[in-house]
T-cell receptor, first 114, second 108 residues
Framework: SQTIHQWPATLVQPVGSPLSLECTVE??????LYWYRQAAGRGLQLLFY??????ISSEVPQNLSASRPQDRQFILSSKKLLLSDSGFYLC?????????????FGSGTRLTVV | KNEVEQSPQNLTAQEGEFITINCSYS?????LHWLQQHPGGGIVSLFM?????KKHGRLIATINIQEKHSSLHITASHPRDSAVYIC??????????WGAGTKLIIKP
């Protein structure tokens, strides 16, 4: 079956500390991978997407970066967190099926920067 | 103006009521998605549709491509339906462009 694992579920980090969130996919190959963020009281916003190993596109300028070292692994990082990085981070992937691209979502990571 | 607009932002109803959540979009899309987000944050895909109507249990989703409008209906609503319902559309890179969500509370 096709699943997605995202961890950790919650994280409290001090300002200026580094960040690493990881997402792995099972049950498919060469998926499109996405990182989204939801700030408090707002809708989800695309941060990064990847169509293949080492291929990363950024949608929003910020102090975050993403990497895809393996086909089914997507990592979100920061060297120094800001207070404004607090929010809910969601990993997702798409697979082409009948009617278009269906989505599968990770369980999300709630990050609080203090 | 946001590319995906949802209404209402908040909705409180009594158990058993018929619920309608609306979504309008202003961009070209390949598909429209309705998703459900529970208090813990987890997101579940309810529907993906590009035309017409889909039904799953008590949930019905419709889309009018010409009017760029979609609705999500819940029949015989139940407290367990309480959640945030999100409309999103698939963009040119198959990324999702998200609405702000509708917070639904069903009271027993």
């Amino acid at each position: 079956s096709q699943t997605i694992h995202q961890w950790p579920a919650t994280l409290v980090q001090p300002v200026g500390s580094p960040l690493s969130l990881e997402c792995t996919v099972e049950g498919t190959s060469n998926p499109n991978l996405y990182w989204y963020r939801q700030a408090a009281g707002r809708g989800l916003q695309l941060l990064f997407y990847s169509v293949g190993i080492g291929q990363i596109s950024s949608e929003v300028p910020q102090n975050l970066s993403a990497s895809r070292p393996q086909d089914r692994q997507f990592i979100l990082s920061s060297k120094k967190l800001l207070l404004s990085d607090s929010g809910f981070y969601l990993c997702a992937w798409t697979v082409r099926g009948a009617g278009g691209y269906g989505y599968t979502f990770g369980s999300g990571t709630r990050l609080t920067v203090v | 103006k946001n590319e995906v607009e949802q209404s209402p932002q908040n909705l409180t109803a009594q158990e058993g009521e018929f619920i309608t959540i609306n979504c309008s979009y202003s961009v070209g899309i390949s598909a429209l998605h309705w998703l459900q987000q529970h208090p813990g944050g987890g997101i579940v895909s309810l529907f993906m549709l590009s035309s017409g109507k889909k039904k799953h249990g008590r949930l019905i989703a419709t889309i009018n491509i010409q009017e760029k409008h979609s609705s999500l209906h819940i029949t015989a609503s139940h407290p367990r339906d309480s959640a945030v319902y999100i409309c999103a559309v698939s963009g040119p890179r198959y990324q999702l462009i998200w609405g702000a969500g509708t917070k639904l509370i069903i009271k027993p």
